[in-house]
T-cell receptor, first 114, second 114 residues
Framework: KQEVTQIPAALSVPEGENLVLNCSFT??????LQWFRQDPGKGLTSLLL?????REQTSGRLNASLDKSSGRSTLYIAASQPGDSATYLC?????????????FGAGTRLFVKA | EAQVTQNPRYLITVTGKKLTVTCSQN?????MSWYRQDPGLGLRQIYY???????DKGDVPEGYKVSRKEKRNFPLILESPSPNQTSLYFC?????????????FGSGTRLTVV
């Protein structure tokens, strides 16, 4: 059964710092991995999508990598800002023989201090 | 505007009174899914659909029903709601089962069962 783990559970950093969020998964049979941002009480905003054949994706200050063989993904945030404060979630879309479910990690709660 | 629309946004109901939460997408997506989000448990998949008339259980399907009679709509039905179904519910869609284009999420429905 696919399990997704995110470390750390919470992180507090000063503004301007570069940081890395980690996501690991137990089954390498995946279609893709997607990173989301969620503000308190709000919906999910997609940040980056990495297909299983890709190694990384970039958008602005964000860079996500995927190492399918080791079951790991990282989200790198450069020059963090107070507006980056939110919960960051990774989600894995399983592929056969694991079925077609999507499994979410529990998230990393990020606080960027001004 | 490409979007996933859920209704209602907030709902308070009594135990045992049947209810339906609607979900509609205007992107011609094949794959649609329902999630519930609970503190400490994260996002858990309830049901998903790979296309019209094709649905399958996620990790927490008990107490829920779904149907996919049209490509754009994927309603979530609670035949006899109970207090343990109090939660924040999200509908999401993606272009294909293989995850092309990643997920787009609705704004969420906060359900309280008393």
């Amino acid at each position: 059964k696919q399990e997704v783990t995110q470390i750390p559970a919470a992180l507090s950093v000063p503004e301007g710092e570069n940081l890395v969020l980690n996501c690991s998964f137990t089954d390498s049979a995946i279609y893709n991995l997607q990173w989301f941002r969620q503000d308190p009480g709000k919906g999910l905003t997609s940040l980056l999508l990495i297909q299983s054949s890709q190694r990384e994706q970039t958008s602005g200050r964000l860079n996500a990598s995927l190492d399918k063989s080791s079951g790991r993904s990282t989200l790198y945030i450069a020059a963090s800002q107070p507006g980056d404060s939110a919960t960051y979630l990774c989600a894995v879309r399983a592929a056969p023989p694991g079925g077609f479910k999507t499994i979410f990690g529990a998230g990393t709660r990020l606080f960027v201090k001004a | 505007e490409a979007q996933v629309t859920q209704n209602p946004r907030y709902l308070i109901t009594v135990t045992g009174k049947k209810l339906t939460v609607t979900c509609s997408q205007n992107m011609n997506h094949e794959y649609m899914s329902w999630y519930r989000q609970d503190p400490g448990l994260g996002l858990r998949q309830i049901y998903y659909s790979m296309n019209v008339e094709v649905t399958d259980k996620g990790d927490v399907p008990e107490g829920y029903k779904v149907s996919r009679k049209e490509k754009r709509n994927f309603p979530l039905i609670l035949e006899s709601p109970s207090p343990n179904q109090t939660s924040l519910y999200f509908c999401a869609s993606s272009l294909s089962t293989g995850g092309s284009g990643g997920y787009t999420f609705g704004s969420g429905t906060r359900l309280t069962v008393v």
